[in-house]
């Protein structure tokens, strides 16, 4: 089939970014001609200032090299400017001659720095800060030239005058406003950072405006002349005012611009075959000139270049995140707030930080970050997400890593992790690797992280670590999106959410029929889709939908966890930790015959076999004869438990009994993400409870019961959920949660995240206050439970073995 022609005007980071989205949406469909006015391809503008300090060098920041657009069949024209749009005729023409015809026309002309129309502004010496162009040429003025004046400052003009002087230069910033960053900072936090930024040898004008440029008899600058009428010498003056959107090809080709080109939520212009991206566009009335947007931009419009049709953009929250010569500062949304808004500051001058967070409606929605921007992510997070603060107001100005010791869902603080802690522990991935990539690399989605380091490739529960580390790095460049609107893998547009819909709204019941229907990117999906897909359509349909096994992770398959060297350990299950010499006298067995170099007490209360072959699995399962732990799947894992009533002088009920109801109960259980759960046989807690999926505390006058605690790296306190008289409550409001917690939570949720998510209420009136509902979820995970027993686990005839254990147990 023919190609149809793409021209894209415009080989900066948003028109490139486009093509990446849409050759990973359909790399086939367009033939592509890219044209760039500059003579290098595609590279990262945001890195110019560490070119100009000398950190790094032009190559360093290239993103896409020459190659990358021959391997995708992209013919790139280079120091090339479009001139003309026929639109009638559907081509474009360049100062060189060239013509090129079109089916789709992308613009991402970028934007133009703003150059003060006053006298001199033509003169030698006086230069803007926007290109390699730019930067190349105040690197020659710092080697010949002692005196620069910057005037803005704003972001480019603190940046501008930071590499200035850390080449030699004596540099002034002239600026027409009294604050720095005005649009970044408030008055507080600008004056603090002047004054660091005097000490470090910058000088300053505030309120000074611009009146001309004067220059020597052979043409180049001598001084700067204000409006009072005094003067300041200098050899440069880089202008640094700010951009405006680059519409002079649009408006000449009879596109109707404003501010900047108009767009749709889906990109495109009043001409349907022309869409815009990137700082050239005006989109609801705003113009965007940070990356994070443009970003945002790129992905829908390749959306619809690629004729998915489902893709819309509604506007961006923003954040800025600057360092200069060592000093932090970062904002985010409304920091500036008005009457119907409150702020909670911290102002500290002597220790040089400085907080402020608005917050309405009991929501956070800007702050104003000075010296200590270790939790910017974090609040950028909260302020996206739009998520009730009411409980963390209290602790919300001592940041993320406050929130931990009360109780209240948080993640400890990932600036203030070593480089060395592991973040993914799949592939063993440290954060110092990862923040490595990040910086030398130019990334800014996981997805990126996640080709370059492997980490959050396989299991996916690190990839929340993961996107605030690139927060960290990148600030509101961050390419990240709240889970619920995230597509599942990049073979889909859908997102979890609406896949669980289709499956069961369409009764889809396979792996190829839920493709076909939702109309996967991919043939056969990868190693992110497939276990997701299998999990939802086996809880939707139970009964129905048939297991696939080659969908599910290597831990699955093998039926025991893989370590770090190739080999794996097994587990095998022992209701609620309980043992008899029979089944030990065979686990030592099979640590004697098989040669196991590691046997271990778990802390779930299990033995683990560590270091076996896996050709050996087989036969270690069989020799063994008892059922999996399911210490690899995305499961019930155990029921951990204490000795209660029956041994302890403070038990209150039987919870070794407890525990082992609630095993027999739910072995064989598949879910979102691995479940544990405990038993306590008196509030003294002594079996974990308090940190388990769901953990049960035996008192008096019954049971209590708690949900969505996690251990590990990012420890979550279980929340109280219900109290109950009657072991069988116990295993009917337990059954049902975890009904619950199947039929919504996404694929690779934990509970706490999934309660994070719809919210402790919104489970509480599902399972505790509609006894009907209750019992219709826990009557449906019987129901699934009958279909969902593992064939290795589970024996049609009881053994010996079994029949000694129940005997014993019973």
């Known amino acids: 089939m023919k190609k149809l022609k793409l021209v894209v005007v415009g080989n900066g980071m948003a028109g490139i970014r486009t093509l990446e989205e849409l ?25 110019l200032s560490p070119v100009l300090t000398g950190e790094q060098t032009i190559q360093d920041i290239i993103l896409n090299d020459t190659s990358w657009y021959e391997e995708n069949g992209i013919a790139l024209r280079l120091n090339c400017t479009v001139t003309q749009i026929n639109r009638a005729r ?20 970028g934007s133009n720095p703003f150059i003060l129309p006053v006298p001199g502004k033509d003169l030698k010496g006086v230069i803007t800060f926007r290109d390699i162009r730019d930067v190349n040429l105040m690197i020659d003025a710092s080697t010949r030239l002692r005196h620069a004046v910057v005037i803005g400052g704003g972001l480019l003009g603190l940046e501008a005058a930071n590499g200035l002087a850390v080449r030699g230069m004596k540099v002034c910033v ?44 052979a043409g180049a600058v001598k001084a700067i002349r204000f409006k009072d009428g005094t003067e300041l010498a200098t050899d440069l003056v880089v202008m640094a005012v700010g951009i405006r959107p680059n519409t002079d090809l649009a408006e000449r080709a ?41 970003f945002e931009q790129a992905k829908v419009a390749a959306n619809h270049l690629a004729f998915h049709g489902i893709g819309r953009y509604s506007g961006s929250t923003i954040s800025t995140k600057l360092k200069v010569t060592g000093i932090d500062v970062f904002s985010a949304g409304d920091f500036t707030g008005n009457a119907d808004t409150e ?39 909260l302020i996206r997400e739009g998520k009730s603060i009411a409980e963390l107001r209290e602790h919300l100005m001592f940041g993320e890593g406050s929130i931990g010791d009360t109780g209240h869902s948080g993640e400890n603080s990932i600036a203030g992790m070593p480089d060395s802690t592991e973040i993914c522990g799949c592939n063993g991935v440290c954060k110092g690797t990862i923040v490595k990539a990040i910086r030398e690399k130019g990334l800014f989605t996981v997805d990126e992280v996640r080709k370059h380091t492997k980490a959050s490739s396989s299991c996916g529960s690190c990839t929340g670590l993961v996107e605030q580390i690139l927060i960290s790095c990148v600030g ?36 190829p029929g839920a493709m076909r229907f939702l109309e996967w990117r991919t043939a056969d999906g990868c190693s992110t889709c497939r276990p997701a897909l299998n999990y939802y359509l086996m809880s939707t349909w139970p009964g129905e939908a048939k297991d696939d096994s080659q969908s599910r992770l290597i831990n699955e398959r093998a039926h025991a966890n893989i370590q770090k060297d190739g080999t794996y350990s097994v587990v095998p299950r022992m209701w609620g930790g309980v043992t008899n010499p029979s089944e030990l006298r065979r686990i030592a067995d099979v640590a004697d ?25 087989p036969g270690v399962w069989k020799d063994l004869d008892m059922p999996s732990g399911h210490a690899y799947g995305k499961s019930l894992r155990t029921v951990k438990t204490c000795v209660g009533k029956e041994f302890c002088r403070y038990g209150t009920q039987d919870s070794t009994g407890m525990g082992i109801a609630l095993e027999k109960d739910l072995v064989g259980m598949w879910s979102p993400h691995k479940v544990k759960l405990a038993v306590s046989g008196c509030p003294r807690n002594c079996a974990e409870s308090g940190i388990k999926d769901i953990g049960i505390i035996a008192v008096d006058s019954g049971w209590e019961l708690y949900v969505g605690g996690n251990g590990g790296i990012k420890t979550e306190v279980a929340q109280f959920f219900v109290k109950v008289q009657t072991p069988e409550e116990v295993l009917e409001y337990t059954g049902a949660f975890l009904q619950l917690y199947r039929e919504e939570a996404f ?34 995970l019987k129901f699934a439970l009958s279909f969902e027993k593992d064939p290795w686990a589970e024996r049609t005839e009881p053994t010996p073995a079994r029949r000694e254990f129940e005997t014993l147990t019973a």
């Not at 559907?90 to 002309?109: C, M, N």
């Not at 720095?180 to 005097?198: F, I, P, S, T, V």
């Not at 460049?477 to 709204?505: F, M, V, W």
């Not at 040669?595 to 699995?617: A, C, F, S």
């Open 23 to 47: 050759l990973k949406l359909d790399p086939d469909l367009y033939e592509i001609t890219v044209f760039g006015s500059e003579p290098y391809p595609n590279y990262n503008r945001i890195l």
């Open 90 to 109: 559907k081509e474009v023409i360049a100062d060189d001659g060239t013509v090129a015809k079109y089916d789709r026309l992308l613009l991402a002309t």
């Open 174 to 217: 002239v600026h027409l406003g009294s604050t720095l960053l005005d649009r970044q900072l408030d008055g507080a936090a600008a004056r603090l950072l002047q004054k660091n930024l005097e000490g470090r040898g910058l000088e300053f004008l505030m309120d000074h405006q611009t009146e001309a440029i004067v220059g020597d008899d």
């Open 254 to 294: 009879g596109i109707y611009t404003e501010r900047g080109i108009i767009v749709n939520d889906t990109l495109q212009t009043y001409d349907p075959s022309i869409y815009a991206v990137g700082e050239c566009v005006s989109h609801r009335g705003m113009a965007y000139g940070l990356v994070a947007p443009l």
């Open 343 to 381: 702020a909670i500051t911290l102002a500290d001058p002597v220790g040089g930080v400085y907080k402020k967070l608005v917050i309405k409606d009991d929501k956070l929605i800007g702050a104003c970050l000075y010296g200590d921007t270790v939790d910017g992510a974090w609040y950028f997070r």
């Open 476 to 511: 509101g460049a961050a390419d990240i999106k709240p889970k619920s609107e995230k597509p599942l893998c990049p073979c889909t547009d859908y997102t979890h959410g609406e896949i669980r819909k289709a499956i069961k709204d369409q009764h889809l019941t396979s792996i």
């Open 593 to 617: 015959k098989y040669h196991v170099p590691m046997v271990k007490v778990t802390g779930g209360q299990r033995i683990d076999l560590l270091g076996i072959k896996k050709e050996d699995l």
């Open 747 to 780: 694929y690779l949720e934990r509970t706490c995240h999934y309660l994070s998510r719809v919210g402790l209420d919104h489970a509480k009136a599902r399972v505790i206050e509609d006894p009907a509902n209750r019992a219709e979820l826990y009557a449906r």
